[in-house]
């Protein structure tokens, strides 16, 4: 078999990928819930003759795994939604559900592109009969950062070789490094209770010493390196005004380029915890939720992922297609929308084509993503595809009717022959994927570890 039957395979597997696309997007399943989601991936795969592979521990989460020996090509689905984003497929806000949930990041099309490409590389494996084994993770909890690190904690990525993934997005293109790692912290103050009329000076106020703790770590911003991000919020500062607080928290995202960074400015949040909670007569105790390595990048596997991205034809849209991207375009103004510079240098609402490499080769995401811890533990590498129109964010109601379009749907289909594609060259080219886990070798200077173990 060669590339172009593997692409014929795919092909063929069109209808399923937007059944699965619109099945999922139909039933949005918020992170930790994705009960129904899972479900349906499982049993799609094991119709289709792959072994499962449940975690106990994490019943959301699975592998499906086909053929036999070495190289083992994962590829990884998701399938959370987001709270609030539900949407119809319609150009102007109108909830399916109101405040429910709703595919605002467009995991309905990672599950279904990556599941359909799982299937057309067990069928090449099959009809090829050569060595090799592929394997779809159905990973949840992506939007809370915590599945894949959980998987890797439980162990569920042992024994693969190199994990393919992609994104929706307004673009073709590959890239060589993205997102963000970050840890996701709580602290919680306890102070003494009084009535704040009567005795105050019996009070120790919780609440003092979130509000000091977050006047100091404003004073560390002008002292952590670039692109570190601390966002904060509050949930719990007492109940009324005329009692002292003796209870308040303060939950913090920390983000920078490295793993280390961010370890290290959470090191210094904490001193700045203690401090205020010296400050106030009251006590903190920190809690780690959650974190998620950096995107480790691979230049030799974003080689591989680009020559596909060319070689797969991209999807071409209809006038209606056009002018519904259009629409959702018009409902953000102008200066609202997110600009990506050179790549866009389209009067078309959709981008059609591919975004040349060398642009975006050193870029990084503002944001972070648990697929960072799988790019510690083997080679990684994501590539993007056209999903919603030029300007429009992820996690917006905009996003949403995209992804329940067949705008989204073209773009998990052609997402799943670049997928395939990427797999053929792995089974049949050992140069390419030692040249990919050499590099993987040399830039793997910190052992991994969770961030639950860390
Ligand atoms: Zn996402």
Redesign the pocket.
């Known amino acids: 078999m060669n590339k172009e039957q593997v692409l014929q395979e795919v092909h063929e597997l069109e209808g399923l990928c937007y059944d699965i696309a619109q099945t999922i997007w139909d039933a949005p399943e918020v992170g930790g819930s994705e009960q129904k989601s899972a479900d349906v991936f499982r049993a799609l795969l094991e119709k289709e003759g792959f072994r499962i592979v449940n975690e106990e521990k994490l019943p959301h989460a699975f592998y499906a795994e086909y053929g036999e020996g070495k190289p083992v090509v994962a590829v990884l689905g998701e399938y959370d939604a987001l709270p609030g984003l539900s949407q119809t497929v319609s150009a102007e806000p109108n909830p399916i559900q109101d405040g429910g949930a709703g595919h605002a990041?467009g995991?309905n099309l990672i599950g279904a592109g990556s599941a359909t490409a799982a299937i057309a590389i067990k069928r090449y494996l099959e009809k090829s009969k050569i060595q090799g084994t592929v394997r779809f993770y159905g990973c949840p909890e992506?939007e809370l950062l915590s599945g894949k690190v959980k998987m890797a904690y439980y162990g569920m990525f042992d024994g693969a070789d190199i994990a393919l993934s992609w994104?929706p997005m307004s673009a073709n293109m590959t890239m060589d490094r993205s997102y963000l790692a970050s840890a996701s912290a709580r602290f919680y103050f306890k102070g003494t209770t009084s009535h704040a009329g009567f005795a105050p000076e019996r009070g120790r106020s919780a609440l003092d010493a979130v509000e000091l703790m977050n006047v100091g770590v404003n004073y560390l911003r002008e002292h952590v390196i670039d692109h570190t991000r601390m966002h904060y919020s509050t949930d719990s500062g007492g109940y009324a005004p005329n009692i002292v607080p003796g209870h308040a928290s303060s939950w913090y995202f920390v983000r920078a380029p490295r793993m280390d960074s961010v370890q290290d400015t959470l090191r210094r949040i904490k001193l700045v915890a203690e401090g205020a909670a010296m400050m106030t007569e009251t006590s903190v105790r920190t809690k780690l939720d959650s974190g998620c390595y950096e995107m480790k990048e691979n230049n030799r596997f974003s080689d591989l992922t680009f020559r596909n991205l060319l070689l797969a034809p991209p999807p071409e849209y209809t006038e209606e297609e056009m002018a519904f991207a259009k629409a959702l375009q018009a409902t953000q103004p102008e200066e609202m929308r997110i600009k990506d510079e050179k790549t866009y240098e389209t009067d078309q609402p959709l981008f059609t084509g591919i975004a040349p490499r060398e642009l975006w080769e050193k870029s990084v995401i503002n944001a972070s993503s648990d697929s960072g811890d799988v790019s510690y533990i083997m080679p990684m590498n994501l590539f993007t595809t056209t999903c919603w129109p030029i300007g429009v964010a992820?996690h917006t109601w905009q996003a949403t009717a995209s992804t329940g379009s067949s705008i989204g749907k073209k773009g998990a289909h052609y997402a799943a022959k670049v997928l395939a594609l990427c797999a053929y060259d792995l089974f049949n080219e050992p140069e390419t994927l030692q040249a990919i886990q050499k590099e993987f070798a040399e830039r793997n200077e910190v052992a991994y570890k969770t961030m639950y173990e860390a």
Do not use: K, L, N
Request: proline letters at 20%; a negative charge; one cysteine or more.
């Open positions: 990041c995991h992506e994104h992820p």
